[in-house]
């Protein structure tokens, strides 16, 4: 099972209609809302497994039906970089689709990136 910290692994349906004759009806597009990632090893080599009723007990042997293919865009995480003052700076990030419009920010604090107890760092 794949795992991304701030992503929910199974997730739920968020369109559960009432049961009707006893039963659940979902609708065509449903939306499982799985969180928002922010860890984890992104990916083009994922698969959608999903299942009817999964039993609590039953784990990954009650995702029979296989959905489709799922990719985890993102850098990868764990990097280290190193500059030198005086000298050019340049970063080597890589990851799964990446592209133009992203941007790096090199913060100072011991919270998450993204969370408010960190700033970023003011480099002159």
Avoid at 77 to 86: A, Y
Wanted: net charge negative; with cysteine; aromatic share 8%.
């Amino acid at each position: 099972v794949a795992v991304w910290s701030g992503v929910n692994n199974p997730a739920a349906t968020a369109l559960l209609s009432p049961p009707l004759n006893p039963g659940f009806v979902y609708a065509n597009g449903d939306t499982y809302d799985a969180g928002l990632g922010y860890a984890g090893i992104p990916s083009t080599r994922y698969k959608v497994c999903w299942s009817f009723n999964p039993t609590s007990g039953g784990g990954i042997a009650d995702y029979k039906v296989d959905v489709g293919q799922f990719t985890m865009n993102g850098a990868v995480q764990d990097v280290v970089g190193q500059c030198t003052l005086g000298q050019s700076c340049n970063l080597i990030i890589s990851g799964t689709g990446l592209s133009e419009t992203n941007q790096v920010k090199i913060v100072m604090g011991p919270g998450l990136c993204g969370s408010s107890s960190i700033t970023a760092a003011v480099l002159q």
